[in-house]
């Protein structure tokens, strides 16, 4: 899981400014989380190891493990050790950690490295006992998060006008569940649709781009999956399919903003599309009406209307001037 951060600043700038944020991306295969220059990961006697730290407790328990951090480089490097809360990210629901600026509100701030930092010499490892404090009033449920080692160094790199900073961090993933009652929950909100079709009907390619949220209102991470709907009139199915760019865990109390493109939509058509949402024990639906109308359709019928509606008010005014006539 390699992290980096980056804050751009002009040449004439006196310092460098870097930001403070940690992301650990995608689902890793199992092993060290590592990018290429050093690694962290839980130390375990066997050969097999841990691909992450798997605990449980109750509340008001002490737990403690190990980490370990591996140099691969030629070099002597120094790292800072420290735990922090994971989130998903609202870009595509990635696994991410907090910054070490940030607030920690869960074993971010239950759990701590013996060292704050560790230097390990060239192709060399440092083993450091984790302490994990579980307060008397943690909720019950999974804690995710992750022990993060931060190597300070400040790489440069040129980038045309502005220079750049980066410095490396790499997480072991935590998943501690604190043992209790267990509420799964999940919830599609906020869908919308948006339509481009051509200005001729038959001249062109139509899409719609359906949004949505995708929310975890339980205290468990789940593994969601969602189904895509959509009917016409008299019910007839325009599209159905199982969505794949959806979060491979979606963390507990934690949302995410989602897309998919339905290619060739439908260029004249009413009707209704719904997102299903499932995942262990929790299923949720939620669904948006679909209203599609070629623009040139929808000109020639605005024209049609609007001469008739002139038409009929002529016509009622002719009435009423020669109803007096009349009398």
Known sequence: MHTSALTPSFRRAPALLLAGVLLLFGAPPAGAADNGSFSVFPATADTGGRPYFYLSADPGATLT?????????????TFRLYAADAYNTARDGG????????????????????????????????????????????????HPGAVVALDERIDPADEGAVAVGIRKAVGARIYLRVNGPTVPALSVEDVRVEHSQP???????????ISYTLRNRGN????????????????????????????????????????????????????????????????????????????????????????????????????????????
């Open 95 to 142: 696994f991410a950690v907090r910054a070490q600026n940030e607030k920690q509100r869960s074993v971010g701030a239950w759990a701590r490295a013996a060292r704050d930092r560790v230097t390990v010499k060239p192709h060399g490892s440092v083993t450091v006992p984790v302490t994990i404090r579980v307060p008397e009033d943690a909720e019950p449920g999974d």
């Open 65 to 77: 493990d190990k980490v370990t951090v591996t140099n691969k480089t030629g070099t002597a490097m």
């Open 220 to 327: 468990v991470t789940l593994s969601p999956k969602v189904a895509l709907r959509a009917e016409g009139l008299f019910g007839r199915t325009l599209l159905a399919r199982d969505l794949t760019r959806i979060p491979s865990e979606l963390l507990p109390r934690q949302e995410v903003r989602l897309t998919e493109e339905w290619a060739g939509a439908p260029q004249l058509e009413w009707g209704e599309i719904r997102l299903t949402a499932s995942a262990r024990d929790t299923r949720e639906s939620a669904a948006v009406s679909y209203f599609a109308l070629p623009w040139l359709v929808a000109g020639v019928l605005l024209v049609v209307l609007g001469g008739g509606a002139a038409l009929w008010i002529r016509a009622r005014r002719g009435r009423r001037a020669a109803a007096p006539a009349a009398g």
């Open 199 to 209: 200005l001729v009907p038959g001249t062109g390619a139509s899409r719609a781009v």
